[in-house]
């Protein structure tokens, strides 16, 4: 026999391994094996795919694991059971259902006996009963409620308490219950769920309705008591599906075994839409009726809570069919409350017209004006009640601020005209133009400001602005250092008495001089001060040189009574020490950058017989009704009373020689014009009936640095017997009387 060729040897090596055995996984048993293939080509490709075996799977593992410990398990169990089983298993055979049924004829063949009627009712009611005691014990409320449940938004209210603006994405406000009327409380149960106070927190009936609609129509409509709607308001979303609805319903029965019933009132009340953009029942009324919850009647209650039945078919402003389903929702939320025993039919005969709604919400006004009022109160609430950004952004905070309404429409209206004028004037320099102004009362309160032309394309705020110079307007501050503090002559001299009759040198362009002779500056030239109009007034009473806005006297007064007085004074009176001019002779003639708030504030100090209060926008806060601490604005005595009133005396001077016939003689006006000696500011800061206000007038091309530019009769004293500045003033605080 000849020996097998090698073609018949590799064939029969590669038959010795078959699909079903086992192959190893370590790598050198399956090298060896490789090599006694000895060839490579298709048959060895061949052989390497056949040994990889494929790994249990999980199950299978997990299985082989815990196999024997279940049969422990199951062979315990029957050892138990199998008693209890042989004895109910007669009960069980003759519960269980033949069919066709033996002994019966036609198509009683198929009906089941009443025992197996009775008992597949019985067992459908425990299963059901487990199921849903094990879903009610299943369902947690969530820790979190959704995020626009919670957020509020911040509003602002004028002086009088009207509103004035809001902030934030969401518009509400949450109002603890006891501050909502029972009349408003009984119109939404009227409305909305009667039975509140006595059902579980959810409507069987209701949800059996809904269950049929939905498996008959497709949809899921009605059966919410108002614990369920809070439910679906905070807590889920708005799918219209079975799911929703049976979650819904566990919750709010864990819900109202764990809440009061006034709570869950107050909680609804708080997170319902009731459109315009609007959460909560506070909210509510104050887009519609401009008023808070406290001041609604019966009838404008019954029309807000017709809105929770839906806001686009219920406000009856966005049409006439919107009108007609209003009045007729309201008539009837009306009668139901009168049914229900909530309403004396006396009181219902009174309410026959229908409570029309304001035309749009009053607090989506903001833009222009509003939104610098907004800006600085914000401020000042935040740091004053010591709030953080992150509280204050999650809203519910009313800010009760200073700003009276009238003045900041008349200080508005001034400014805008004078904008026209400079449009019409001066074309190409209106496009540069920056007015500012601020009116404070002598107690601290800002009355009003005008912060630019709308903040959503400005948003600096002009009136608190630090950028040019006051000029002449500054003299008073002066004066009053040296009325204060006296002056001295020479270094060692004694301080000598500063009165309103004391005379200096009025003439243009006088050398200032020290104990040791003329000022020099670095450049090494006299420096001198300048007249309006390079005019000389020879020895001046310093009254005089006040009321006459004569700078060369006070440029001298501030180096005798000292710069570092002068300074102080400023500050003591209401100037930031940020914008305080170089301690150098022309800091006495207006090198300092004041706000128009701060200037304002400053005059006010004089008002006020030398007593400064920190200028504030804000009188009270609450944080959802609830009294926010708020420090009271500091004031100190900047001065004597003496002092102001000698001040006041010549700033009311002042304002008679220029204006002789602007004002009654009997009126208590008074005021200064400020120029800048490179004319790149002019202001106008005067009083009357207690309360002051600066306006100053600027250019600046923002577009190519914040550095000022000369107004080139932009302030109106080229072309107008009266500057732009005081004519802003004298309409803003009309009547002058």
């Known amino acids: 026999m000849s020996a097998p060729s090698d073609k018949s040897r590799t064939s029969g090596t590669t038959d010795e391994i078959s699909d079903d055995d086992e192959i190893s996984d370590d790598p050198d048993t399956a090298s060896a094996a490789s090599g006694a293939s ?13 040994r990889k075996a494929p790994r249990p799977s999980p199950a299978a593992r997990v299985t082989a694991a815990l196999g024997p410990r279940l049969a422990v398990v199951l062979g315990f169990l029957a050892a138990r059971l199998g008693p209890l089983a042989t004895r109910l298993a007669p009960y069980a055979r003759r519960m269980r259902p033949l069919y066709p049924r033996p002994g019966r004829e036609g198509w009683r063949r198929w009906i089941p006996s009443w025992r197996q009627s009775v008992g597949g009712l019985l067992a459908s009611l425990g299963l059901s009963t487990l199921f849903l005691v094990v879903a009610y014990a299943a369902t947690d409320i969530p820790d979190n409620l959704n995020t626009y449940a919670t957020q509020q938004d911040n509003v602002y209210f004028w002086a009088d308490g009207t509103p004035m603006a809001r902030t934030g994405w969401v518009q509400r406000q949450a109002m603890p219950l006891k501050d909502v009327p029972e009349d408003v409380r009984w119109a939404v149960l009227a409305a909305e769920n009667e039975s509140f106070y006595s059902d579980p927190g959810i409507s069987f009936k209701g949800i059996t309705r809904a269950l049929f609609r939905t498996l008959g129509r497709g949809d899921t409509q009605g059966g919410s008591t108002i614990t ?28 109202d075994n764990r809440m009061s019933k006034d709570q869950i009132l107050e909680s609804y009340l708080n997170t319902s839409w009731f459109g315009r953009g609007t959460y909560g029942i506070q909210r509510a009324s104050q887009a519609y009726y401009g008023k808070d919850v406290s001041e609604l009647d019966a009838s404008e209650a019954a029309f807000l809570s017709s809105l929770l039945k839906g806001a686009g078919l219920y406000d009856p402003t966005l049409s006439k069919a919107n009108h007609d389903r209003a009045v007729e929702r309201w008539s009837w939320i009306l009668d139901r409350m009168v049914a229900i025993g909530k309403l004396s039919p006396q009181e219902r005969a009174k309410y026959r017209t229908f409570p029309e709604p304001l035309k749009s919400n009053p607090l989506y006004d903001t833009g222009e004006q509003s939104d610098y009022l907004v800006e600085l109160a914000s401020q000042y ?33 001034a400014v805008t005209k004078a904008r026209k004028q400079a449009k019409e004037e001066h ?4 496009g540069t133009a920056h007015y500012g102004a601020a009116s404070i009362a002598s107690d601290g309160r800002i009355l009003a400001v005008y912060g630019g032309p709308d903040h959503r394309t400005q948003g600096y705020n002009e009136s608190n602005a630090t950028t040019v110079p006051a000029g002449s307007a500054f003299l008073p501050f002066v004066y009053a250092a040296g009325l204060e503090h006296g002056v001295r002559k ?17 003439d243009n362009e006088v050398p200032v001089t020290t104990p040791e002779g003329p000022y020099w500056d670095r450049s090494g ?4 001060a300048r007249n309006d109009d390079d005019r000389s007034y020879g020895q001046i009473s310093l009254h005089q040189a006040l009321a006459q806005s004569v700078n060369t006297p006070f440029m001298q007064l501030g180096m005798d009574t000292g710069l570092e007085k002068v300074r102080s004074t400023a500050e003591a009176s209401g100037l930031l020490s940020s914008s305080i001019g170089a301690q150098v002779p022309t800091l006495s003639t207006g090198s300092s950058t004041p706000s128009a708030i701060r200037m304002a504030s400053g005059y006010a100090t004089f008002l006020a017989d030398g007593m400064h209060t920190e200028p504030y926008s804000v009188r009270r806060i609450t944080h959802n009704g609830d009294k926010v601490a708020l420090a009271a604005a500091p004031n100190r005595r900047a ?11 010549a700033l009311t001077d002042a304002f008679r020689l220029a204006h002789p016939d602007a004002a009654p003689a009997e009126a208590e006006v008074a005021g200064k014009v400020g120029t800048t000696e490179d004319d790149t ?4 800061v005067g009083s009357a009936k207690k309360v002051a206000t600066a306006v100053v007038v600027y250019r600046i091309d923002l577009k190519k640095s914040l550095e000022p530019l000369p107004l080139q009769g932009l302030d109106g004293t080229e072309t107008a017997t009266e500057s732009v500045p005081y004519g802003i003033w004298s309409r803003a605080m009309s009547p002058l009387d």
């Open 38 to 50: 000895g060839a490579s080509g298709p048959s060895a490709k061949a052989n390497r795919r056949r």
């Open 228 to 255: 369920q709607q809070y439910v679906k308001n905070v807590y889920l979303n708005q799918d219209q599906t079975l799911t929703r609805k049976f979650t819904e319903a566990m919750i709010a029965l864990k819900l």
């Open 381 to 413: 609430a935040k740091k004053t009640a010591r709030i953080s950004d992150k509280d204050f952004d999650l809203g519910g905070y009313q800010i009760y601020t200073t700003f009276e309404k009238h003045r900041e429409r008349q200080l508005t209206e």
């Open 427 to 430: 074309p190409k320099l209106a």
């Open 490 to 506: 020479s270094r060692d001299g004694e301080i000598t008495e500063v009165t309103g009759e004391s005379l200096y040198d009025g």
């Open 525 to 528: 030239r006299k420096v001198a």
């Open 639 to 649: 001065m004597g009373a003496d002092t102001a009133r000698e001040v006041q005396s």
């Open 681 to 684: 500011a002019a202001w106008y």
